[in-house]
C-alpha cells in the first residue's frame, strides 16, 4: 500500500496534540514524509487563512484545472470579506466551495489517492474530515477515429486515454438510466481505474460478478501495460494464441455490444476498450458492414471471409499442390513452379519470406513517418526484383505470400492476425514434414484447437459449435438491422428482445 491505513480522526487524536495549529501542522508533517509534497516537484500545497482558521489544499501539478483552483482560492480568501463567525467555518467553507462535485471522507488513504489521480483534498484546522474536489484536466488528446478501425462512412470519434471522457463517449450514445459505469482500483502502487460497463436490465448477473470478483481478486503493484494487463489477469489464456476478448476503440462498437449484453471494461490510460465474452466471429467483424446496405455489407463481408482463410491455408495448400503434383487435374497444372528456379529450397523459401514480410510490417511500426515512403521502396525493390533476380526467391513464391499477407490485413483483430500467422507456420512445418497427411492433421489442429477455447464459458466457435442455424445465418449474411437478432444467447441477456 502507499501509506499505512489511517483515519484523519486518529491523526488528529495522536498524542500531544493539544492546539488547533499543531493539528493541521500535523497533517502537513505526515504529507510531506508520505506522499512527498514539497519533495516531489508536482505534488504541492497551498495554505489559505479563512475566518481565523488554516486551511491547506494539496494537488497535483499537471493533473488539475488551474483555472478551477484559481477560483477556488478565490472564494475561499472572499470569505474573509463576507463573513465573520469563525465558529461555522467548516460549513461556510462547504457552502461556498464552487464545484458540481464535493465528497467528504474520514479515509486518508481515500484522499491521498484522489489526490495522486488529480483531485485537490481540503484540511480544514480542526475538522476530522477531507474534502474531496473533482478538478482533473489530464494531458491527453481529442477523440479521434482509430486507424485500425477507420470506415469511409460514420463517426470519426474515438476513445482515447482518458476513462472519464471515454465514459461519456458511452453515454452519449446510451442515454439509458440503466446504463451502468462502475470504477474499481487495481494495483497496489498505481491505483490504477477500471470501469466496468454493462446496461443493468440485459447484461448477465452473473458475469457482472464474476468478472467484478476477478478484478478485485489482483494482487499487483500496478497495471503498467493497461487493459492487457488486466486481460491476463482476469482471463487465463495461458499460451494459447487466439483472443479471447475483443478489443474496440470505437464508441458505436462498444455501443452495440453494450446493447447486445456484453460487458466493456475501460481501463484508464488506455484507449482500447475490453469486450467480453466473445466468439471468433466477433473478432471478424467490422463496422463499415454496417455502414452499408445489406447487400453491400454481405459482400465485403464475404471478401473478408475470404481473406482471413487465405490467410490460414493458401500458403500451406500452394505448397502441398507444388510438392505433389499429381493432386493438381490437368487444368491446373501450371500452378507451382515447373521447375526449382531458386537456388534454396521452396520450403525456405517460403519460411523466409514470410518472415520478411513480419519483419517488415514491425519496421514499419517503429520507422518514424517522413522514412515509412523510403522504407515501402526498399522492401519493393529488394524483395519484389532484386531477391528474384538473385534466385533467393521465386516468383510464384512472392506471390502467394504476399496474398496471404494481404488476407492477414483484412483480418479486422490484430491479435487474431497474428494467431492465424502462428498457425499458418504450424500447418506449413506439418506440410513439409508429412505432405498431405501432414496438411490434413494440421489444419484438423487447427479447428480443433479453436473449439476448444471458451471465453467465460462461451464456446469460441459458437453458433457453428455448438450449431445454432439462426445466428449463423446472420453471421454469413448481413441481414438489415430491424430484421437482425438483437441480442445473442451467448451473452444470456436478461432481456431477450427490445
Same mark, same amino acid.
Given at each position: 500500500?502507499?501509506?499505512?491505513?489511517?483515519?484523519?480522526?486518529?491523526?488528529?487524536?495522536?498524542?500531544?496534540?493539544?492546539?488547533?495549529?499543531?493539528?493541521?501542522?500535523?497533517?502537513?508533517?505526515?504529507?510531506?514524509?508520505?506522499?512527498?509534497?514539497?519533495?516531489?516537484?508536482?505534488?504541492?500545497?497551498?495554505?489559505?487563512?479563512?475566518?481565523?482558521?488554516?486551511?491547506?489544499?494539496?494537488?497535483?501539478?499537471?493533473?488539475?484545472?488551474?483555472?478551477?483552483?484559481?477560483?477556488?482560492?478565490?472564494?475561499?480568501?472572499?470569505?474573509?470579506?463576507?463573513?465573520?463567525?469563525?465558529?461555522?467555518?467548516?460549513?461556510?467553507?462547504?457552502?461556498?466551495?464552487?464545484?458540481?462535485?464535493?465528497?467528504?471522507?474520514?479515509?486518508?488513504?481515500?484522499?491521498?489517492?484522489?489526490?495522486?489521480?488529480?483531485?485537490?483534498?481540503?484540511?480544514?484546522?480542526?475538522?476530522?474530515?477531507?474534502?474531496?474536489?473533482?478538478?482533473?484536466?489530464?494531458?491527453?488528446?481529442?477523440?479521434?477515429?482509430?486507424?485500425?478501425?477507420?470506415?469511409?462512412?460514420?463517426?470519426?470519434?474515438?476513445?482515447?486515454?482518458?476513462?472519464i471522457e471515454n465514459t461519456a463517449l458511452t453515454r452519449?450514445?446510451?442515454?439509458?438510466?440503466?446504463?451502468?459505469?462502475?470504477?474499481?482500483?487495481?494495483?497496489?502502487?498505481?491505483?490504477?481505474?477500471?470501469?466496468?460497463?454493462?446496461?443493468?436490465?440485459?447484461?448477465?448477473?452473473?458475469?457482472?460478478?464474476?468478472?467484478?470478483?476477478?478484478?478485485?481478486?489482483?494482487?499487483?503493484?500496478?497495471?503498467?501495460?493497461?487493459?492487457?494487463?488486466?486481460?491476463?489477469?482476469?482471463?487465463?489464456?495461458?499460451?494459447?494464441?487466439?483472443?479471447?476478448?475483443?478489443?474496440?476503440?470505437?464508441?458505436?462498437?462498444?455501443?452495440?455490444?453494450?446493447?447486445?449484453?456484453?460487458?466493456?471494461?475501460?481501463?484508464?490510460?488506455?484507449?482500447?476498450?475490453?469486450?467480453?465474452?466473445?466468439?471468433?466471429?466477433?473478432?471478424?467483424?467490422?463496422?463499415?458492414?454496417?455502414?452499408?446496405?445489406?447487400?453491400?455489407?454481405?459482400?465485403?463481408?464475404?471478401?473478408? !471471409? $475470404?481473406?482471413?482463410?487465405?490467410?490460414? @491455408?493458401? =500458403? /500451406?495448400?500452394?505448397?502441398?499442390? &507444388?510438392?505433389?503434383?499429381? #493432386?493438381?487435374?490437368?487444368?491446373?497444372?501450371?500452378?507451382?513452379?515447373?521447375?526449382?528456379?531458386?537456388?534454396?529450397?521452396?520450403?525456405?523459401?517460403?519460411?523466409?519470406?514470410?518472415?520478411?514480410?513480419?519483419?517488415?510490417?514491425?519496421?514499419?511500426?517503429?520507422?518514424?513517418?517522413?522514412?515509412?515512403?523510403?522504407?515501402?521502396?526498399?522492401?519493393?525493390?529488394?524483395?519484389?526484383?532484386?531477391?528474384?533476380?538473385?534466385?533467393?526467391?521465386?516468383?510464384?513464391?512472392?506471390?502467394?505470400?504476399?496474398?496471404?499477407?494481404?488476407?492477414?490485413?483484412?483480418?479486422?483483430?490484430?491479435?487474431?492476425?497474428?494467431?492465424?500467422?502462428?498457425?499458418?507456420? !504450424? $500447418?506449413?512445418?506439418?506440410?513439409?514434414? @508429412?505432405? =498431405? /497427411?501432414?496438411?490434413?492433421?494440421? &489444419?484438423?489442429?487447427?479447428? #480443433?484447437?479453436?473449439?476448444?477455447?471458451?471465453?467465460?464459458?462461451?464456446?469460441?466457435?459458437?453458433?457453428?459449435?455448438?450449431?445454432?442455424?439462426?445466428?449463423?445465418?446472420?453471421?454469413?449474411?448481413?441481414?438489415?438491422?430491424?430484421s437482425k437478432e438483437t441480442r445473442p444467447s451467448i451473452?444470456?441477456?436478461?432481456?431477450?428482445?427490445?
Open positions: 500500500m502507499l501509506v499505512k491505513s489511517i483515519g484523519v480522526s486518529q491523526l488528529f487524536k495522536q498524542k500531544n496534540s493539544p492546539v488547533k495549529i499543531n493539528q493541521i501542522k500535523r497533517v502537513e508533517k505526515y504529507m510531506r514524509e508520505q506522499v512527498g509534497v514539497g519533495e516531489s516537484f508536482d505534488a504541492d500545497f497551498r495554505e489559505v487563512i479563512v475566518l481565523d482558521h488554516k486551511i491547506h489544499l494539496y494537488f497535483v501539478n499537471g493533473l488539475c484545472d488551474s483555472a478551477i483552483m484559481v477560483e477556488l482560492l478565490k472564494v475561499l480568501v472572499q470569505i474573509n470579506d463576507q463573513d465573520f463567525d469563525p465558529k461555522d467555518t467548516v460549513s461556510i467553507v462547504r457552502n461556498r466551495l464552487i464545484h458540481q462535485q464535493l465528497e467528504e471522507t474520514d479515509d486518508l488513504n481515500q484522499a491521498i489517492t484522489s489526490m495522486l489521480s488529480g483531485l485537490v483534498i481540503i484540511f480544514i484546522e480542526n475538522y476530522d474530515h477531507v474534502m474531496i474536489l473533482d478538478v482533473r484536466s489530464y494531458p491527453g488528446r481529442s477523440p479521434e477515429e482509430p486507424d485500425t478501425e477507420r470506415v469511409v462512412r460514420g463517426s470519426r470519434d474515438g476513445y482515447t486515454e482518458n476513462i452519449r450514445r446510451i442515454r439509458d438510466k440503466r446504463l451502468r459505469n462502475e470504477i474499481l482500483q487495481v494495483g497496489d502502487r498505481s491505483k490504477t481505474d477500471v470501469c466496468i460497463s454493462y446496461i443493468k436490465d440485459i447484461a448477465d448477473p452473473e458475469l457482472i460478478d464474476i468478472i467484478k470478483k476477478e478484478i478485485k481478486s489482483i494482487k499487483t503493484d500496478g497495471l503498467s501495460m493497461a487493459d492487457k494487463a488486466l486481460e491476463e489477469y482476469i482471463v487465463k489464456q495461458g499460451f494459447n494464441p487466439f483472443p479471447i476478448v475483443r478489443y474496440t476503440e470505437r464508441p458505436d462498437v462498444a455501443a452495440s455490444h453494450l446493447f447486445e449484453g456484453h460487458i466493456v471494461i475501460m481501463v484508464d490510460t488506455s484507449p482500447s476498450m475490453i469486450i467480453t465474452p466473445t466468439t471468433f466471429f466477433h473478432h471478424v467483424q467490422h463496422a463499415e458492414e454496417y455502414r452499408q446496405s445489406p447487400a453491400s455489407g454481405s459482400f465485403v463481408r464475404w471478401i473478408r !471471409f $475470404i481473406g482471413i482463410i487465405a490467410s490460414v @491455408f493458401l =500458403l /500451406p495448400f500452394w505448397y502441398l499442390l &507444388s510438392i505433389e503434383q499429381g #493432386l493438381l487435374p490437368e487444368a491446373l497444372s501450371f500452378i507451382g513452379p515447373n521447375e526449382q528456379t531458386g537456388n534454396i529450397p521452396l520450403f525456405l523459401q517460403i519460411i523466409l519470406a514470410d518472415v520478411g514480410v513480419e519483419l517488415m510490417r514491425m519496421a514499419a511500426i517503429h520507422t518514424p513517418t517522413p522514412l515509412s515512403t523510403a522504407l515501402g521502396l526498399i522492401a519493393a525493390v529488394l524483395i519484389g526484383d532484386i531477391a528474384i533476380e538473385v534466385g533467393l526467391f521465386t516468383s510464384e513464391v512472392i506471390l502467394y505470400v504476399a496474398v496471404a499477407a494481404v488476407g492477414t490485413y483484412a483480418t479486422p483483430s490484430y491479435e487474431l492476425s497474428i494467431a492465424n500467422k502462428l498457425a499458418r507456420i !504450424f $500447418i506449413i512445418l506439418l506440410t513439409f514434414a @508429412f505432405g =498431405l /497427411p501432414g496438411f490434413l492433421v494440421g &489444419s484438423t489442429v487447427y479447428i #480443433l484447437a479453436l473449439a476448444s477455447v471458451t471465453s467465460f464459458n462461451v464456446p469460441y466457435l459458437w453458433p457453428f459449435i455448438p450449431f445454432n442455424f439462426r445466428a449463423l445465418r446472420q453471421i454469413l449474411v448481413r441481414y438489415s438491422t430491424p451473452t444470456h441477456p436478461k432481456q431477450k428482445e427490445e
